[in-house]
């Protein structure tokens, strides 16, 4: 009867976590569709109306916003768990979110690096798009050559943002997530 017990709880955790998993993926998916719809749609209509620097600005902030979520996502999956519960004692603020983020690494990671960082190529990729017609338009250039400039600028600023933003990560791991925590902390209190 004891072992029966055992099965039985073992079946219902199993049941438990599959239908966690599968809200996760859920809530995953429809937070993917508002970031990238949101971001599709105010770069677009911001850039209709802008001239090529404030395009390059733009595409500039998309692929940096890209960058520090990968950043932030790398940190979290390294990050220590045990200061955060010193400075937890001490009552500082943030700490309780910073031990949420790192128990919750998993999903932190997925929304910083796959949601944000892949939403961000994606949205660069086509603000860049956009600045190739407006340039090949514009200087009556082959949009080939123009096509290929912007994409190999765009990749190659994402690359090297992101591998130097995984060293700055792996190094400061702690501090990022403390300052990531004391940030939300302004917006969502510890509870």
């Known amino acids: 009867m004891f072992n029966g017990g055992i099965i039985v709880s ?31 749609l105010l770069s677009d209509s911001l850039l209709q109306q802008v001239n090529m620097v404030v395009a390059f600005v733009v595409l500039a902030f998309i692929i940096v916003v890209g960058i520090i979520f990968d950043i932030i996502g790398i940190a979290v ?14 009552k500082i603020h943030g700490a309780k979110i910073a031990i949420r983020l790192i128990r919750n690494a998993d999903k932190v990671s997925t929304f910083c690096n796959d949601v944000v ?10 603000v860049g798009i956009f600045i190739a017609q407006k340039i090949v338009h514009e200087f009556m250039i082959n949009s080939t050559v123009v096509n290929v400039g912007i994409g190999a600028v765009i990749a190659s600023m994402t690359i090297c943002g992101k591998a130097v933003g995984k060293t700055y ?3 400061n791991d702690n501090k990022i997530v403390s300052k990531v925590s004391k940030l939300m902390y302004l917006i969502v209190k510890d509870r």
Do not use: C, Q, Y
């Open 10 to 40: 073992k079946k219902n955790n199993r049941k438990s976590n599959a239908r966690s998993r599968r809200k996760w993926l859920l809530t995953i998916l429809l937070w993917s569709v508002f970031i990238s719809g949101s971001i599709s």
């Open 77 to 90: 999956t390294a990050a220590n768990e045990t200061p955060f519960h010193a400075m937890a004692s001490k």
């Open 117 to 126: 960082g892949d939403i961000s190529g994606i949205v660069s990729g086509s």
């Open 169 to 171: 990560a792996l190094e």
